[in-house]
């Protein structure tokens, strides 16, 4: 058993367990109290409830063995191959992008609208400022549907880059 001072009047025990990399805050054990004047009895009390509640374990790290196993690490990637295709022959494709430089950050919005035969009809991109990702991406959305409103446009493919907003408009929940 190794024995702590902590200052003037406290002192704590800490009794290790087998495996000299892990503290169990359980063991700590107050022998000396601090008089009534610096310290309450039941604030010491209540103070290693709480940290043992919250720590339960502690395990100390052993960094030359973290960093090995940060090098011999792989992580597993997933991805899926999507291919862009022209609308319909009598339909109009509009795709939407919105870009933030960093996550909130300075952000841009863009669509274009594409007819059948790929050809481009009508393109915009704007600033809008300081955002973040989904705000951009459904403000994209949002820009094209107006415009499409506005000039009545029927007849419309919608596509996003943002598999999130198109699973909240499409009500489809599942990741492809």
């Known amino acids: ?22 503290i169990n805050i359980d063991s700590l054990k107050v022998l000396n109290m601090l008089s009534s004047d610096n310290l309450l009895y039941n604030d010491i009390i209540d103070d290693s409830r709480t940290k043992r509640r919250s720590l339960g374990n502690l395990k100390i790290w052993n960094w030359p063995e973290v960093v090995e196993k940060m090098r011999n690490y792989t992580p597993e990637l997933h991805y899926q191959k999507v291919v862009w295709k022209m609308s319909e022959i009598n339909k109009l494709k509009c795709n939407t992008g919105g870009a933030c430089s960093g996550n909130p950050g300075w952000s841009s919005i863009s669509f274009c609208i594409s007819n059948g035969k790929g050809e481009l009809i009508y393109a915009r991109s ?24 506005e000039k009545e446009l029927v007849e419309i493919t919608l596509e996003t880059d943002s598999l999130i907003l198109a699973n909240m408009i499409t009500i489809q929940w599942q990741v492809p």
């Open 1 to 22: 058993m190794e024995l702590l001072s902590l200052g003037e009047g406290l002192e704590l025990v800490e009794e290790f367990s087998q495996t000299p990399t892990e």
């Open 126 to 149: 704007q600033q809008i400022g300081w955002s973040t990702n989904m705000e951009v991406e459904s403000r994209a959305i949002e820009e094209a549907l107006n415009y499409c409103q």
